[in-house]
């Protein structure tokens, strides 16, 4: 996996990949492997939970919604990891949607109609740090998502340079 400096931190840039089937039953999988490498390059538990549960739910929306439950559609997720930050990359060729048109949710009204589902963009833009859409439907569809090593540059003043 990655190599990590004394003090926790990658050390240079690295690309983890997996191809998978779009089988609910392979959202285990994946949730293993982001958790996994997010937890080898030095996130938290609160951390390495948001980032499974965003890319779960992205994982969840192309299975549903871009391939309409095909399970023999490929998810390809990638993972790339540099020394600001942590980003999955979720690839399909399935169905795409404009991101535009997904309003965000009145958590008020929607709990109190007890409401179930539809919080899957809402749960991944407020979990992750960035959030972008690259839509292109049959051909690709593409949301990459990065959660940012902020705790770890606030004290670490060799990264402060390099950040910049």
Same mark, same amino acid.
């Given at each position: 996996?990655?190599?990590?400096?004394?003090?926790?931190?990658?050390?240079? &840039?690295?690309?983890?990949?997996?191809?998978?089937?779009?089988?609910?039953?392979?959202?285990?999988?994946?949730?293993?492997?982001?958790?996994?490498?997010?937890?080898?390059?030095?996130?938290?538990?609160?951390?390495?939970?948001?980032?499974?549960?965003?890319?779960?739910?992205?994982?969840?929306?192309?299975?549903?919604?871009? %391939?309409?439950?095909? #399970?023999?559609?490929?998810?390809?997720?990638?993972?790339?990891?540099?020394?600001?930050?942590?980003?999955?990359?979720?690839?399909?060729?399935?169905?795409?949607?404009?991101?535009?048109?997904?309003?965000?949710?009145?958590?008020?009204?929607?709990?109190?109609?007890?409401?179930?589902?539809?919080?899957?963009? %809402?749960?991944?833009?407020?979990?992750? #740090?960035?959030?972008?859409?690259?839509?292109?439907?049959?051909?690709?569809?593409?949301?990459?998502?990065? &959660?940012?090593?902020?705790?770890?540059?606030?004290?670490?003043?060799?990264? &402060?340079?390099?950040?910049?």
């Amino acid at each position: 996996m990655t190599k990590e400096g004394g003090d926790g931190l990658p050390q240079a &840039k690295r690309k983890y990949q997996l191809r998978i089937p779009s089988q609910t039953d392979n959202l285990e999988l994946i949730r293993e492997f982001v958790s996994k490498v997010a937890r080898k390059v030095g996130f938290k538990d609160d951390d390495v939970g948001k980032i499974e549960l965003a890319v779960d739910e992205a994982c969840a929306n192309v299975i549903e919604h871009a %391939y309409q439950k095909d #399970d023999k559609q490929p998810i390809d997720i990638v993972i790339q990891i540099d020394y600001q930050k942590f980003t999955v990359i979720i690839t399909d060729r399935g169905r795409g949607f404009n991101p535009r048109k997904i309003k965000t949710p009145d958590m008020k009204e929607y709990l109190a109609q007890m409401r179930v589902g539809g919080l899957g963009i %809402y749960l991944m833009r407020t979990l992750m #740090d960035e959030i972008d859409f690259e839509v292109k439907p049959g051909k690709r569809n593409q949301v990459k998502m990065s &959660k940012y090593f902020l705790d770890k540059m606030s004290n670490h003043p060799d990264l &402060k340079e390099i950040a910049r």
